[in-house]
């Protein structure tokens, strides 16, 4: 059987060096480590895990707080945290906020990577409270043990709103999502903050639950209220796709008689017709980023309160950008 032993040997290091290596101590620099790490995989080296908890008060799991899985955003996100925490030798439960509570009382999770709007802030604040680090995805806080990994979602809408005035379209109207979603306030704190700046009011707004059906709905609605924007800004992809349904079952060409942009950049927008413009959320370098805030914490070193992930606008034709010019 493989001993810590075995592993120091092999990474050229003192056995207490290997295990504070393998509990990713601050003490012990990122190459060594690396090096640790890459002996204990080379030896098929695992700690036994309740002898190791029952020392430390570590388990090694980390869990991702999640609102569910639906949507087309989530996977390659939680792959990219997945694969990062287990780099660092961390392993992930997914779980929703009822076992979230469970978990996190009975001490059986290190730490927590949450995207999900609907749980309280008072409840993350009390887990917080006992000694617990998490990293958040979705909201802000100024709390101890709690860092927030954000997108830049203000700045993403400020590009498209540019973007869409660029082109000579004025009348633009706001396709929304769900209130309790941290990303969508902030598209919409961005779109409504530069149609100002360019001394503009919307044409109309319409929220929706951020689903295909939800943006096929909303916007049946909009051209049946009389409503006839030059753009649509949806402020995800998915709503989009159902804007263009809408717009096509009403014999309204898409750019020629109502531009339509989206935000997140899923793999359907690349196929719809016409392709969607949209802002490009970097989804694994997002998850990567929050996931290695969360060991940073875990080994008591100082991070950013706050970190933000930047978007990229994708320019395609829904908007009326030439062929070819988005990807």
């Known amino acids: ?28 620099s990122p190459a060594t480590r690396r090096r640790v790490a890459e002996a204990a995989r080379a030896l098929d080296y695992y700690p036994h895990s309740i002898a190791r908890s029952l020392k430390n ?53 290190d730490g927590a990577v949450v995207l999900d709007a609907p749980t309280p802030n008072r409840l993350l604040e009390q887990v917080a409270a006992r000694d617990m680090p998490m990293v958040v995805m979705d909201r802000e806080f100024r709390c101890p043990n709690l860092r927030s990994v954000l997108l830049d979602n203000q700045g993403g809408s400020r590009a498209m709103v540019a973007h869409l005035l660029a082109r000579g379209l004025r009348d633009l109207a706001y396709v929304g999502g769900p209130k309790d979603s941290y990303d969508s306030r902030r598209r919409r704190d961005g779109f409504f903050a530069a149609l100002s700046e360019a001394g503009l009011e919307p044409t109309a707004e319409v929220v929706t639950d951020f689903t295909e059906q939800g943006g096929r709905d909303a916007v049946r609605g909009l051209l049946a209220g009389g409503a006839r924007p030059r753009a649509l800004f949806c402020a995800n992809d998915e709503t989009a796709v159902g804007a263009l349904q809408a717009l096509a079952e009403s014999g309204l060409a898409v750019p020629d008689d109502v531009a339509v942009t989206g935000f997140d950049d899923i793999e359907l927008a690349r196929y719809t017709t016409p392709r969607l413009t949209t802002v490009r959320v970097p989804r694994v370098a997002w998850g990567a980023a929050a996931a290695e805030a969360l060991v940073e914490s875990l080994a008591g070193r100082t991070t950013p309160a706050r970190r933000t992930i930047g978007v990229e606008l994708v320019l395609r034709e829904s908007s009326g950008a030439p062929a070819g010019e988005g990807r």
């Open 57 to 109: 008060r570590r388990t090694q799991t980390v869990g991702f707080l999640m609102g569910g899985f639906g949507g087309p955003v989530y996977a390659e996100m939680v792959q990219s945290v997945h694969d990062t925490l287990a780099k660092h030798g961390l392993d992930m439960i997914v779980c929703f906020a009822p076992a979230f509570g469970r978990l996190t009382h009975g001490r059986m999770l």
């Open 1 to 28: 059987m493989v001993s810590l032993k075995d592993v120091a040997r092999k990474a050229k290091v003192a056995v207490s060096t290997a295990s504070l290596a393998l509990n990713n101590k601050s003490r012990v």
